[in-house]
């Protein structure tokens, strides 16, 4: 693996450890040899996602000419589709409880979308969910070859394909798992065989109940090479694109084809004979045995890590040999690379000099549940808390608005506090654009300009911590005077836009303790009305109450919504405004004085309040509206 040693010596100064490390020679070179290897034999390849979790691999994947993915989880599958993904097999027999079944319906109606089932229960409520949907729900029976994990006896397959179809789903095949393959040199092809007997004996099931299977759905990595031949037309690797040790040892791959490794640093020698590295459990997982080690570290000899702890790993040190000294950076090679690459939010990629090609988000790590981990533990809520002097550094938050007003002073304060930030308005360019901001221009009246602004916010992010809803049109006219046209746009402008935002943002926004948060822009003008303003406060009205609805529906998912109501607020355009009056400073006291603070607000002032929404300060906060008015709402 002198490929592996090589590209870290050229980044080796530069990596902060423990990282995953992707040489992107070796990983195309595996995409590509596996498509190859597919379309030698007819074969439809659907690589399994649960391996990277990162959307920059799957498009690389699908550019080869994979006909879709796989996923392991609704959340996986979440991701992928808002990036874009249009054709996902969760191959796992998901059980819809919880906030799943509006999940699978949501996906089911926006991708093509295919679930693993082995049982009657689970078919029945996945029924249930699909009931009265525009979307249709294609399902693929598991079948047990001989991992005894899930999946029906092939002998069944018909019988539950056919209840399926009773309850409105869709049954296109069968597929299995050969998990016995990984168990030693010549288990291989062993499984395989295993595999397509149990897979015939599926396929004859189906015809016996009058249901053609046109998927046969093989797995894994280390069967890969076997699962060719009558009747699989479809195989769904993962490992393939990264490679470890124990496919090696299997005779899955070869070492040039080991596309992984993480970076970690010789922290300690203090014992003879041992150096402990900075890569534990934390980094590696527990996938080992103290007779094959938990890890390879190159360049050592013996190299293999004996035993972990959660951020220790000891690597023995043989008498002969170089010992690597202190502060010595080491490439370690893992056993299984599916937990090392969940254990991190992104992979440094590099090419075979070491030089830095790019970094990639893990963008569907941890996505295991929405339903969230409320944990009132202040320390869990860290990224939210304020720091000194950065309380947001690195929140990925989405705001729209961005180009002008108040969205632009959201938008410089986000910034200020060290947010990562993906930015909408409706100008052609941001003007006060920081060249590490990414800036999208469109309407957000269009459904499909929002879908792709959240595929992008996929690509950029994985997930979104803070959205910050802060576009809108001002409206002015008698209610009796106002058009049609016009009240469209303005309800478009003002409230329907904000609801598709929120639908296409919500997927992406990150479960668990730390949740996320939404802060809605409405105005005073949404709690008190104003003579000639009737439909602009009904607009904003609705606003407040979509998101106060929206602050007890995805409480479960312990994302918070607020909304911010400012008042008369001098931006640019309020002040253009007051000095086309006949006598500007009398016209601008006049306003001031209905306003118990006697002013108008700033823009900072707002942000301020928007902050605030957006931080771990407001932990505890929603379904709140904060008037930002100088005591206007009080009367």
Not at 306 to 324: A, Q, T, V
Not at 484 to 498: F, M, P, T
């Amino acid at each position: 693996m002198k490929h592996l040693e090589q590209a870290l010596d050229g980044l080796s100064a530069r990596v902060d450890t423990p990282s995953p490390v992707v040489v992107i020679d070796a990983l195309q070179a595996n995409i590509s040899g596996m498509q190859q290897f597919a379309a030698a034999h007819d074969l439809a390849l659907r690589p399994h996602v649960k391996t990277h979790k990162c959307i920059e691999i799957g498009r690389l994947q699908l550019e080869a000419g994979a006909v879709g993915i796989t996923a392991g989880n609704i959340g996986e599958a979440e991701v992928f589709a808002a990036a874009g993904f249009k054709d996902i097999f969760i191959a796992y027999p998901v059980w819809p409880a919880g906030t799943k079944p509006g999940r699978i319906r949501h996906l089911a109606e926006t991708v093509g979308l295919r679930l693993g089932i082995d049982s009657r229960q689970a078919v029945a409520r996945l029924g249930e969910t699909m009931r009265g949907s525009s979307g249709r729900l294609e399902v693929v029976v598991e079948v047990d070859c001989g991992a005894k994990r899930s999946g029906v006896a092939p002998e069944k397959a018909g019988e539950l394909a056919a209840f399926a179809a009773a309850c409105g789903l869709i049954p296109v095949g069968v597929h299995t798992y050969p998990g016995h393959g990984g168990s030693g040199v010549d288990a291989r092809a062993a499984a395989a065989r295993d595999q397509s007997a149990a897979l015939q004996r599926a396929v004859a099931a189906f015809d016996q109940a009058g249901i053609e299977a046109q998927v046969v759905s093989a797995g894994s990595t280390p069967t890969a090479a076997f699962s060719t031949g009558t009747p699989i037309n479809e195989i769904r690797p993962g490992e393939y694109v990264f490679c470890d040790m124990d496919n090696m040892r299997l005779g899955a791959c070869q070492p040039e084809q080991i596309a992984l490794f993480l970076a970690a640093t010789v922290v300690s020698d203090s014992v003879p004979k041992q150096v402990i590295l900075d890569a534990g459990t934390k980094a590696l997982g527990r996938e080992g045995s103290p007779a094959k080690g938990y890890g390879t570290a190159l360049g050592v000899e013996g190299g293999h890590l004996s035993l972990l702890n959660e951020y220790h790993g000891y690597l023995k040190l043989s008498d002969d040999g170089d010992h690597p000294a202190l502060g010595t950076v080491l490439a370690v090679v893992p056993n299984h690379v599916c937990p090392v690459v969940n254990s991190f939010d992104e992979l440094i990629v590099v090419n075979a000099a070491g030089n830095p090609v790019s970094q990639w988000p893990v963008a569907a790590r941890g996505r295991l549940s929405q339903c969230g981990n409320h944990s009132t533990d202040p320390a869990r809520l860290d990224n939210y808390r304020r720091k000194d002097p950065v309380r947001l550094e690195n929140v990925k938050t989405v705001i729209t608005g961005a180009t002008s007003g108040i969205g632009q002073a959201v938008t410089n304060s986000f910034r200020n506090e060290g947010a990562r930030l993906l930015l909408t308005g409706r100008r052609p360019t941001l003007g006060n654009q920081d060249p590490e901001d990414a800036y999208l221009s469109g309407d957000l009246n269009d459904d499909t300009f929002v879908r792709a602004l959240a595929a992008r916010a996929a690509q950029d992010f994985g997930t979104v911590d803070v959205l910050v809803i802060g576009h809108g049109m001002q409206f002015g006219a008698p209610l009796v005077d106002t058009s049609l046209e016009d009240a469209r746009e303005v309800l478009h402008s003002n409230l329907l836009s904000a609801f598709l935002v929120m639908k296409h943002f919500v997927p992406l926004m990150s479960p668990g303790a730390q949740g996320g948060s939404i802060v809605c822009i409405s105005s005073r003008l949404g709690i008190v009305g104003k003579p000639d303003e009737t439909l602009y406060s009904a607009a904003k009205g609705g606003l407040i109450m979509l998101a106060r609805g929206a602050a007890i529906e995805l409480a479960e998912r312990n994302i918070r919504v607020n909304v911010v109501a400012p008042g008369l607020t001098a931006t640019d355009t309020i002040e253009a405004s007051l000095e086309k009056r006949p006598d500007p400073e009398a016209y601008r006291r006049m306003r001031e004085s209905s306003i118990p603070l006697r002013r108008l607000a700033t823009p900072n002032e707002v942000a301020d309040a928007v902050l605030f929404f957006a931080s771990g300060n407001a932990s505890y906060i929603t379904g709140t509206v904060l008037p930002v008015d100088g005591g206007y709402t009080a009367f």
